[in-house]
């Protein structure tokens, strides 16, 4: 019986050992080696860190600096505070910073396709396998850019009319205020795109000096609703709202592989829950427009399928004029874009 009672005891010692052991070894292999290098990426945001827009961004250096704590840390110095908006793209190519979290709009000096990116007409983990992301990359890192990928999700533009209309038709002539990207969509539906500080959008939808606006529900759309109450449906743009996470690409090239290769897949799986994130925000503004007596203007099916095709061919048709794009390399985009070939 002793003897027995010896092999147990000796049993149950073993694996206390074996299990202390283990978990030596997990620990010993989440924790760096003492003086291995941490590598650091100072990166600057179009928006200040707290701006709703940017929750996609914070949850990418969330996962980066937890996942990837002890081998790369991102600095998030903050927004257009440190570095202006339309400034930060140049910045990082130049290497006056590491990265970016900005908007396609703000770079299309350096990247003349960038605008195709809200047009692609797709989810950012479809744009991937459709062999988009490549293409779109490989145009940014010829301009001294890797494109890492998106932080946004789904959140459509919509116009905004003080006057409700019944066709396509209608829009001829109808002064409205855009922002760039919306631009030379509003032109190719015959309205006359004005330029109006966003601040000063109401009073000028309240005054009449505009028949409409054009955004996002989950930015201005709520306010705006007062006084332009008739919505276009569907929205456009919305799989693709604009959202770059940049890195110089000297920088990027001087990390290790397997440091890039992290990088890359948190990347690509923050880019779902960033896409949900929105979508909620999205959502939950859309209730509230609703709420406040939002009239929904319904295209026949016609009519709504040519509004989503005028919206990325219009998008083509801008970035067609830039200089050194070629109808070449327009058509390898179309290629690797549903509905476009």
Same mark, same amino acid.
């Given at each position: ?113 960038? %605008? ?7 989810? +950012? ?20 850019? &890797? ?15 003080? *006057?409700?209309? !019944?066709?396509?038709?209608? %829009? ?22 004005? !330029? ?5 959008? &109401? ?45 110089? $690409? ?33 959502? *939950? ?44 390399? $327009? ?6 874009? +549903?509905?476009?070939?």
């Amino acid at each position: 019986m002793r003897l027995i009672k010896n092999i147990c005891i000796g049993r149950k010692v073993g694996f206390v050992l074996v299990a202390i052991i283990a978990g030596l070894s997990v620990f010993l292999a989440a924790t760096p080696a003492p003086g291995a290098k941490v590598y650091e990426l100072k990166m600057v945001s179009f928006l200040p860190p707290n701006n709703a827009y940017m929750v996609g961004a914070k949850s990418f250096v969330d996962k980066v600096n937890t996942q990837m704590a002890g081998k790369l840390k991102i600095v998030w110095r903050g927004g257009p505070e440190v570095i202006k908006a339309f400034d930060q793209p140049r910045a990082v190519e130049t290497g006056g910073v590491d990265g970016a979290l900005t908007v396609e709009g703000y770079y299309t000096n350096l990247v003349p396709v960038a %605008f195709l990116k809200v047009a692609r007409g797709m989810t +950012p983990w479809e744009a991937r396998e459709s062999g988009f992301y490549d293409l779109f990359n490989q145009q940014h890192q010829k301009a001294g850019l &890797y494109y890492l990928g998106d932080f946004t999700g789904f959140s459509p533009f919509y116009f905004y009319l003080r *006057k409700k209309i !019944d066709h396509l038709s209608d %829009f001829k002539g109808l002064l409205i205020r855009t922002g760039g990207i919306q631009r030379p969509f509003t032109e190719r539906l015959g309205a006359q795109p004005q !330029d109006i500080p966003l601040g000063d959008v &109401y009073t000028a939808l309240q005054r009449g000096v505009v028949d409409g606006a054009s955004a996002g529900v989950a930015s201005f759309g709520v306010q705006w609703i007062e006084q332009a109450p008739y919505l276009i449906d569907p929205g456009y743009y919305g799989e693709s709202q604009p959202g770059a996470i940049l890195i110089g $690409l000297k920088r990027w090239n001087s990390l290790p592989p397997d440091i890039q290769q992290q990088i890359i897949k948190i990347t690509e799986e923050n880019e779902p829950v960033a896409y949900e994130s929105v979508k909620e925000q999205h959502d *939950k503004a859309l209730d509230e427009v609703n709420a406040k007596g939002a009239k929904w203007i319904k295209l026949s099916p016609e009519e709504e399928h040519q509004y989503v095709q005028m919206s990325r061919e219009a998008i083509f048709d801008f970035i067609g004029k830039q200089p050194g794009v070629t109808p070449e390399l $327009l058509d390898r985009f179309r290629a690797v874009m +549903p509905g476009m070939k």
